[in-house]
């Protein structure tokens, strides 16, 4: 088996000038938390897609209405 050695193995976060540094599991999710946590409502919207399991898009909508609070969903069902 051929290794892909471009293949991400750590988390990453920008730092303050803007280059990636390596860091914990814990502060990568902190970070991507804080970063969501300033769209909500009308500023949020999720797009799905019709290739996803039917569980998937439902979990998809309903993270969507519940923790971003946001009703702005879509999907490429409906084309």
Known sequence: ??????R?????????NGQLTPT???DALA????GLSRYSG??????SC???TNETNYIAQK????????????SCNRT
Do not use: C, H, Q
């Open 1 to 6: 088996m051929k290794r892909n050695y471009a």
């Open 8 to 16: 991400l193995t750590e988390p990453l976060v920008r730092d303050g």
């Open 24 to 26: 914990t599991w814990d």
């Open 31 to 34: 970070t991507a938390a804080a």
């Open 42 to 47: 009308e500023s949020f919207g999720l797009f």
């Open 50 to 52: 019709s290739k996803a």
């Open 63 to 74: 993270w969507a209405r519940l923790v971003m609070g946001s009703n702005n969903i879509d």
